[in-house]
């Protein structure tokens, strides 16, 4: 029971690291920034991921160990330290190439921007850590290791508050390196880069001592922030760094370190320095340098003067983050940045985006009630979209199946529920927009305060529909109503925040570099989760702490938050899940991650928050985003973890981390399908998921003595026989082309099995009215399994089948509308459900029709069957002949007479064959249209429509019928022949002979 991936992949994702084997850049490591890390040995094409078991989705630094390849070292946590940052858990290392890793520590580092490896010593390692992002910590700074990895020493530290930002090695000396320490702390509310700890230091002795660059050599005066540092390969006298100060600048120096000098100091030559500030020096000349950022910009005059060459267009995503400059080739080139990974062979000159990546970032995931639904939801820094939760056509879910419904960083998506044609889009701080699926107009209605009130909306604002009348929510500090589809606004609360003045200094947030995004927008709401049972009962939670309710539609509201034990004062409250059961029972999470405390926090209510009770167990790792109740058991849960996802069947008593199809990525949204009873999955990192039917999972919290049973059938969910279609565009793809799995045709079959043995083979049998259908069956493991009814009857076995072959016959033709019984058999144990199958609601066929073509279909099956049978009569013919040919003496005179016979018996039934087949001995490309599985062949277009046989379809239903009666003549004839030298032979006192009868057109074959 494994969840597909349905992509989107067209935007991927934000990528933290790069690396690849200098010598064989074919071998690619991509680690995204939360969808982990990812493989390629065809240079770019082909890829897959490497640590999907580990929870370790972020990551932040990749070394290859490049005298030995197969070594690999990886930090988790990715550099760039925005709002959304993946969380590290550490240093991981492989020595098989990926299959395999060990965990190395320094989990409490949270985020590690760099890994050096002294390239003559494969022990040696060196991780530049920035440490905690929403807390003071220790665990910062260089460390180094001289045992592979095994133990670690603090090498250089500066304070709690400070951390490793950078750290590059002199190539031509392993013990020479240079690091660029960072000063700076995030909080919800606020950033600040910069302070007295940033520095940049040098050590000559593998990091025993270090030496700080001062203003005496030339370091920028005042207060410094972070820094991105490069040395030219060709000439490591050359060291370049970008520091951001109160006026950033990038710096050279041309004696190794020892002297500095300002080349440009240009206002915006540091365009976000949080975020992204790093440079690459070509390795082919120490004056050509790449500048790393929102866009790429080049010196080839050693930093003096800039050009930008991948502007902000359509060739390239914005925002980069990783790097890859092949030091044996410059001309190979790879960025990484928020739409993922694009690769350039000649300088960065042209590039190829890699398509096949699928770490879309969401936040939000909804869907609508469409046939099949649609998926629904917003990507960090990729806009907001819909795509198919499953296409009716072959190829898979392609990228172009995704349609982009608004700009910027998308969050929460959502369908009109009273108006398809209609969705709405937020972005950052509080945008949002009605969206046309018909026209694309893509209309602004985001809320205006009446008295002018400045409107404080979360980066990420909570939105809610109602379940009654299809009303929009809306929060700023306010919850705001629309029941226009946002022509209009009416405010239905008060503040429901703490109003904290002090927590509202984002207009002036980000250090010595301003970075006023909406990002750091604090006392908000974040979450609207209005009651599906009970009318007019809303919860809102808060970015500070608050859980709000009302039971009268906004008239009045209670904080519960007081109620609830045990969590920090103020704790983020990223989602609310009302019961679907009862007006009463809610659920929420808090995520204090983002105050340095990774403890989960789950609560449940069932007396409208007066009193609460925590659902946390051990089993849970990682802090939490969100909670999705089962619409159909209540006892049915689902959590989506900063590492992966959880279900618990007895009502959060116990958790099971879900690992079938999911990787341990943040997963961020969840949401059951109301009609189809899917599980639809949102991770911020590898896109989105669909785990299809959860009704098995149901069954089994219903009953958990379903697991003991030696084979259980679950229920099986509707199943619409449809057609399906050519994709657009492209047949033959290649490698590079992501498409998203999709959903199996045909009915489901979800089964239980219980046995000791690694697989068994499981049985299984479709009837209608006590009629078999459809026989089949499918290897099983312990546990749960599933497979598919095609939907198909069966057909005739072949010619020459064997007893498992009659018993399991091939496919046959479609069947029609209706319920059938499926029964799962294991040994003598079994067990049945029933299915109802629907035609494709496309089509206006009507049944009558459709049971005539089905007929038709059938005697087209039974003519080529008598043909096959022909043509196997007249070979068994053939082989006995031989095996009595070979019994033959060729030195007695007395045979000469029963092999010449044999003989052209032999060569009438070659000739009787090829009026089936046509010319035999020929090699090349040749047309028999004459020969009868050609005229057979010509009916076939009987199957390429359900209504009923044309006029010309029949037609060649005839044509091909007669053509075979006429052949059939010739067999018999032929079979005759047989006869007669069979009846000599025995006379010879020859071994018997298999009889092989004549055939008529209206044989039936046995089933």
């Known amino acids: 029971m494994k969840a597909r991936s349905i992509g989107p992949n067209g935007m991927s994702g934000r990528i933290g690291a790069i690396d690849a084997v200098n010598a064989n850049p074919n071998i690619i490591y991509v680690g995204a920034a939360t969808g982990g890390l990812w493989k390629s040995v065809s240079g770019g094409a082909k890829w897959h991921p490497v640590m999907d078991s580990l929870p370790a989705p972020s990551i932040g630094a990749i070394a290859v160990f490049q005298a030995a390849p197969d070594i690999l070292w990886v930090g988790t946590g990715e ?60 665990e910062r700074g260089v460390f180094k290791t001289t045992d592979g990895g095994a133990t670690w020493h603090k090498v250089l530290y500066v304070d709690e508050r400070t951390g490793a930002a950078d750290l590059i090695m002199d190539p031509s000396n392993p013990n020479k390196l240079f690091a660029a320490m960072w000063e700076f702390r995030r909080w919800p509310w606020f950033f600040k880069s910069g302070g007295p700890g940033s520095g940049l230091f040098i050590t000559h002795d593998g990091g025993e001592s270090w030496r700080q660059v001062t203003t005496e050599d030339g370091m920028l005066e005042g207060e410094l922030g972070r820094m991105g540092l490069a040395i030219a390969p060709s000439n490591p006298n050359y060291v370049y760094a970008l520091v951001e100060a109160k006026r950033s600048a990038v710096l050279r120096s041309t004696d190794g370190g020892r002297n500095w000098e300002v080349m440009n100091n240009d ?134 199946h995704w349609k982009e419904v608004a700009f910027g960083d998308g969050f929460a998506t959502i369908a009109d529920p009273v108006n398809p044609r209609y969705a709405y889009a937020m ?111 809303i919860w809102v ?57 990774q403890t989960p926090y789950i609560y449940k209510t069932a007396d409208y928050g007066r009193s609460w009770e925590s659902l946390v167990t051990e089993a849970i790792e990682g802090f939490v985003h969100v909670i999705e109740q089962d619409p159909v058991n209540s006892s049915l849960l689902y959590l989506g973890t900063e590492f992966g996802m959880y ?73 619409i026989l449809y057609q399906t279609k050519q994709v657009d565009g492209m047949r033959f793809v290649g490698d590079t082309k992501f498409a998203g799995e999709n959903k199996a045709e045909g009915a489901r079959l979800s089964f239980f099995v219980n046995t000791e043995e690694d697989s068994v083979r499981v049985a299984f049998a479709v009837t209608q009215d006590g009629e078999v259908v459809r026989r089949f069956r499918t290897w099983a493991q312990p546990g749960m399994n599933r497979t598919e009814w095609n939907l198909f009857s069966d057909g005739l076995p072949p010619a020459s089948a064997t007893e498992e072959q009659r018993e399991f016959p091939p496919s046959g033709w479609w069947v029609l509308e209706g319920t059938y019984t499926v029964t799962a058999k294991l040994d003598d144990n079994e067990s049945s459900a029933t299915v109802e199958v629907t035609f494709d609601p496309r089509y206006d066929i009507p049944i009558e029709e459709r049971r005539r073509k089905l007929e038709v279909l059938e005697e087209v099956a039974r003519l080529r069957a008598v043909a096959s049978e022909a043509m196997h009569r007249t070979n068994e013919a053939k082989e006995s002949i031989d095996a009595v040919l070979e019994l033959l003496d060729e030195d007695d005179s007395t045979h000469t007479t029963i092999r010449e016979l044999g003989d052209s018996v032999k060569t009438i039934l ?27 062949g010509e009916a076939s277009g009987l199957a390429s429509y359900w209504g009923a046989p044309t006029p010309s379809q029949t037609m060649y239903l005839r044509h091909g ?47």
């Open 910 to 936: 070659d000739e009787v064959r090829e009026e089936f087949t046509g010319p035999q001995d020929v090699q090349g490309f040749v047309r028999t249209p004459n020969s009868v599985f050609s005229k057979l």
């Open 427 to 537: 972005s950052q701080g509080g945008n949002i927009s009605r969206y046309d699926k018909r026209t694309g107009e893509n209309m602004s209605i985001r809320p205006a305060h009446p008295d002018d009130v400045r409107l404080r909306f979360h980066w990420n604002a909570g939105i809610g529909v109602d379940p009654f009348d299809g009303s929009i929510y809306y929060g700023s500090q306010f919850v705001h109503k629309s029941t226009d589809m946002g022509a209009s606004w009416t405010i239905i609360s008060p503040d429901l925040t703490t109003d904290d003045p002090l927590k509202q200094q984002f207009d002036t947030s980000g250090g010595l570099t301003y970075d006023a995004s909406t990002a750091e927008n604090h006392t908000t709401i974040l979450t609207i989760a209005p009651s599906p049972v009970e009318r007019g009962l």
């Open 79 to 138: 550099k760039g330290r925005r709002n959304s940052a993946g969380v590290g858990t550490g240093v991981y290392k492989s020595m098989d190439g990926g299959d395999t890793w060990t965990h190395l520590g320094l989990e409490g580092t949270e985020s590690i921007s760099e890994i050096v490896l002294d390239p003559t010593n494969q022990n040696v390692a060196y991780v530049a850590a920035q440490g905690p992002t929403w807390g003071d910590g220790d």
């Open 267 to 400: 206002r915006g030559i540091a365009n976000r320095p949080f975020y992204y500030c790093q440079l690459a020096v070509d390795p082919e000349n120490e004056n050509r340098v790449y500048k790393i950022e929102s866009v790429i910009s080049l010196t080839i005059d050693g930093g003096k003067t800039w050009d930008v060459i991948l502007p902000f267009d359509e060739r390239v995503h914005v925002d980069h983050h990783a790097w890859y400059v092949n030091p044996l080739d410059a001309r190979f080139v790879i960025s990484g940045n928020d739409g993922g990974v694009s690769i350039s062979r000649d300088r960065a000159n042209s590039w190829r985006f890699v398509e096949n990546l699928p770490l879309a970032q969401f936040y939000h995931i909804n869907v609508d009630m469409d046939t099949p639904y649609n998926v629904y939801g917003g990507l960090q820094d990729n806009g907001s979209w819909m795509g198919p939760s499953e296409v009716w056509e072959n190829g898979g879910i392609r990228y172009y």
């Open 961 to 1007: 019928e007669a053509r075979l009666e006429e052949a059939l003549v010739q067999v018999n004839d032929a079979l005759s022949a047989y006869a007669d030298f069979q009846r000599q032979a025995q006379a010879m006192n020859l071994k018997v002979m298999k009889d092989v009868a004549t055939l008529s057109v209206n044989w039936m074959p046995e089933r």
């Open 541 to 597: 939670g808060t970015d500070d702490g608050n859980v709000q309710l009302t039971r009268d539609g906004g008239g009045s509201w209670e904080n519960m938050v007081g109620n609830i034990r045990g969590v920090p004062e103020a704790t983020w409250v990223p989602h609310i899940e009302p019961s679907k059961f009862d007006g009463g029972t809610a659920f929420v999470v808090f995520d204090d991650h983002r105050r340095s405390n």
């Open 647 to 719: 279900i618990s069947f007895n009502g959060g008593e116990s958790w099971h981390l879900w690992t079938h199809g999911v990787p341990r990525a943040p997963v961020r949204a969840l949401i059951v399908h109301p009609r189809d009873h899917d599980l639809v999955i949102g991770t911020h990192g590898r896109a989105a998921y669909i785990l299809d039917d959860v009704r098995p999972l149901r069954a089994l919290a219903d009953n958990p003595s379903l697991a003991e049973e030696t084979i259980h059938l679950f229920d099986i969910p509707p199943a």
